[in-house]
């Protein structure tokens, strides 16, 4: 293997265990997509139709009713919750969607 290629796999491993360890990935999907863009905004749905289940034309809704975030769209859909409330649900958890989705309603 050549230095470059090792060079490039050493900082693909750092930067992807960063990415899981600071939560910016969830089952195995970057979460931490804003869709400010069309392509982001494809890539958005994409994301929260395979996290809900939800059609891709019913993901583009729900992400335009959370404001383009992915972390609210999924816990808007899947704790039942406003846009205010997720986005405070995932405040109170460090913005982890892990956290978020398996904590107490309250």
């Known amino acids: 293997m050549k230095a470059g290629t090792a060079t490039k796999l050493a900082l693909n491993t750092i930067s992807t265990t ?44 729900l ?17 039942g919750v406003d846009r205010g409330e997720a986005a405070a649900l995932l405040e109170a958890h460090e913005w982890r969607l892990d956290r978020a989705l398996a904590a107490p309603l309250g």
Not at 23 to 42: C, F, I, P, Q, S
Not at 63 to 79: C, E, F, I, Q, S
């Open 18 to 61: 960063l990415m899981v360890q600071t939560g910016r990935v969830h089952e195995n999907l970057m979460v931490d997509v804003r869709a400010t863009n069309d392509k982001l905004r494809d890539r958005a749905a994409r994301i929260v139709s395979s996290l809900t289940g939800l059609s891709r034309e019913e993901a583009f809704g």
């Open 63 to 79: 992400l335009d009713r959370a404001g383009g975030v992915v972390k609210v769209a999924v816990v808007m859909h899947r704790r």
